[in-house]
């Protein structure tokens, strides 16, 4: 069955990075372009970043675009999100997804998910 | 580009159905056949429900069902079960992104 693992999640202060890692089983990842979405606490979802199925295409949300770095290692199913210069407004639970129908910035849908990764960004 | 528009909460009786709604623009949900619906009781990561406005995943129950009129898409939960209470989350491909509404809290009294 389709799992992704979402790690690297944690406590950093305003300006300081992390990198969120997902691996991926149960289906041929490398055939299938992935995304990053976030749910601030008690909030509602928000796409932030994806990537092609073979690397060559990403796209971010502008609330990221600059500070967020989206990456994969198809020889080892896992996918990355590299966060610089994070703010407040970025805390979030952060999921890695399974995309369809992606093009131009925007994908058809999601069709499975991580159980996601707390960032919180707190002095 | 703003959020879709969910009611913020519906609430039914077991065995009873409700809808959700879900509103946006002739940019987004009137333009496109390309609605989801997402699933997420307390704690637990997005389940896919329904996608391509009406189109149920392997494994979803047929008391789900989605529509849409105009610029509004809706979910329909029938036979209600305790089991389906959760948040659900909307979301349209739109021309430049991909929106997701803000989702509503299904409370099965």
């Known amino acids: 069955q389709v799992q992704l693992v979402e790690s690297g999640g944690g406590l950093v202060k305003p300006g300081g990075s992390l990198r969120l890692s997902c691996v991926a089983s149960g289906f041929t990842f490398s055939d299938y372009y992935m995304s990053w979405i976030r749910q601030a606490p008690g909030k509602g979802l928000e796409w932030v970043s994806y990537i092609s199925s073979s690397g060559s295409t990403i796209y971010y949300a502008d609330s990221v675009k600059g500070r967020f770095t989206i990456s994969r290692d198809n020889a080892k199913n896992s996918l990355y999100l590299q966060m610089n210069s994070l703010r407040a407004e970025d805390t979030a639970v952060y999921y890695c997804a399974r995309s369809r129908g992606c093009s131009g910035g925007r994908c058809y849908y999601f069709d499975y998910w991580g159980q996601g990764t707390l960032v919180t960004v707190s002095s | 580009q703003s959020a879709l528009t969910q009611p913020p909460s519906v609430s039914g009786s077991p065995g009873q159905s409700v809808t959700i709604s879900c509103t946006g623009t002739?940019?987004?949900?009137?333009?496109?056949?390309?609605v989801s619906w997402y699933q997420q009781p307390p704690g637990t990561a997005p389940k896919l429900m329904i996608y391509d406005v009406s189109n149920r995943p392997s494994g979803v129950p047929d008391r789900f069902s989605g529509s849409k009129s105009g610029n509004t898409a809706s979910l329909t939960i029938s036979g209600l079960q305790a089991e389906d209470e959760a948040d659900y989350y909307c979301s349209s491909y739109t021309s430049s992104s991909t929106l997701f509404g803000g989702g509503t809290k299904l409370t099965v009294l």
């Open positions: 002739s940019s987004d949900v009137g333009s496109y056949n390309r």
